[in-house]
């Protein structure tokens, strides 16, 4: 399957102002993240998604290919199903959808996502790693909860799954293995990736402002691919990007 990565880039951020433009060691963060996805080799061909002309402009002159989309896309899902509608790129049987504030996102986690659609047989995919118990009690680290051939069965900001008796070894044991926590990039079939954004919002996806449980809650199936690899989150906050400047540092300088 031919396969077209699209990643989504807005300056409406509110959280980190201006996020793509913002300076990853040196260069802004989207042509970072751009260079990460180029570097996994893992796509037939790359875009950045913008509304913007001053991320066009740059993502341009640092060598990469940007489409320019409306600017009234709710979600970064909507913007890649624009650019994928494009005539141009009609040929593309997969799409993967890399956010534009993860430059540390890994080969494997795209590949494993990718795979899920390619090779499971899902419609769409993502990924995600085992992590400590310590995420659950944080509403900004997504969990997830998998059947055993790897469909999603709950996208949540709550601390899923339960451990109901702590005290009971054998429970803790199991509980200690099926915390994953997402990783939040997806790859789609162009007609499930149609069919997503054609869906309206679900109350789940208001509730808990997670929009994979759109198409969880209409019965389309998420593979969930289990990366075993250390984590590094995206970058949200100015504290996010100061600490991403730092891995970025330690990184390439061993």
Excluded: C
């Excluded at 402009?57 to 320019?68: Q, R």
């Amino acid at each position: 399957m031919k396969t077209l990565a699209v990643i989504p880039a807005r300056l409406g951020s509110t959280r980190l102002p201006r996020k793509p433009l913002r300076l990853l060691a040196g260069l802004p963060l989207v042509v970072r993240v751009w260079q990460r996805v180029v570097e996994t080799g893992v796509a037939d061909r790359i875009v950045v998604a913008t509304d913007s002309a001053e991320i066009v402009e740059i993502v341009t002159e640092n060598g990469g290919e940007v489409v320019m989309t409306r600017a009234d896309h709710p979600s970064g899902t909507d913007r890649v199903a624009e650019v994928a509608s494009r005539p141009e790129l009609a040929s593309f049987d997969a799409i993967i959808n890399v956010q534009g504030d993860e430059p540390f996102v890994s080969r494997e986690a795209i590949l494993g996502a990718a795979r899920m659609v390619t090779e499971a047989g899902f419609g769409l995919g993502t990924a995600a790693v085992r992590a400590s118990a310590a995420i659950l009690r944080d509403p900004d680290v997504v969990k997830v909860v998998a059947a055993d051939d790897g469909r999603a069965l709950y996208f949540s900001r709550s601390g899923i799954p339960y451990l109901r008796d702590a005290g009971n070894a054998r429970d803790a044991e199991l509980h200690s293995d099926r915390v994953w926590q997402h990783i939040g990039l997806y790859a789609y079939d162009r007609q499930s990736l149609m069919r997503w954004v054609a869906l309206p919002p679900s109350p789940l996806e208001q509730i808990e402002r997670l929009e994979q449980l759109r198409p969880l809650s209409a019965g389309m199936s998420i593979g969930v691919k289990l990366i075993d690899e250390p984590f590094r989150p995206g970058i949200d906050t100015e504290a996010d990007l100061e600490r991403a400047n730092r891995d970025w540092l330690a990184i390439t300088t061993g």
